[in-house]
């Protein structure tokens, strides 16, 4: 058997406990959560996305999801927007004020995952997401190149 600290879930778990805590003190600077952040990143990409599409890209619930919008809502960041074509669907926007701090926190962003990144030569790191991808696919039922097409 493995050892403990030798397993996946350990070795990630580290990795993570490494890579976030400069990310989560920039989240905290700006009042917001990691859920948040990963919404709003989503609304930032794309523009508008679907409420549903959202849930999926950022691997929060559908549940969870009506909670972080109307936090991010309440502080002016986002708004929702219902389809006029089938009122089932809603699309997330940011607001003005959400798109601001984009540009101020993104920047931010980049630097943070610049300085991660360097930790790999190229190589490495391309290396490191075809692994990624390849353990994703080996585990879940729809490969990834089939998970990016759904929800570009």
């Given at each position: 058997m493995i050892a403990f600290e030798h397993s996946l879930p350990m070795r990630l778990y580290r990795l993570l406990d490494a890579v976030m805590p400069a990310y989560r003190a920039l989240f905290a600077e700006h009042d917001l959560t990691e859920p948040q952040?990963?919404?709003?990143?989503v609304v930032w990409e794309r523009e508008r996305v679907t409420a549903q599409d959202a849930a999926?890209?950022?691997?929060?619930?559908p549940q969870s999801l009506v909670g972080i919008v109307d936090r991010l809502s309440g502080k002016g960041l986002m708004t929702r927007l219902r389809s006029v074509d089938d009122?089932?669907?809603?699309?997330?926007?940011?607001?003005?004020?959400?798109?601001?701090?984009?540009?101020?926190?993104l920047p931010q962003v980049l630097t943070i995952h610049e300085k991660t990144r360097a930790t790999l030569d190229g190589a490495e790191w391309t290396v490191l997401n075809r692994l990624f991808d390849k353990i994703e696919d080996g585990l879940l039922e729809e490969p990834t190149d089939a998970r990016d097409k759904q929800s570009g």
């Open positions: 952040w990963r919404l709003l990143r999926a890209a950022t691997l929060l619930s009122r089932r669907v809603v699309y997330l926007l940011p607001t003005a004020e959400g798109r601001a701090l984009g540009e101020t926190v």
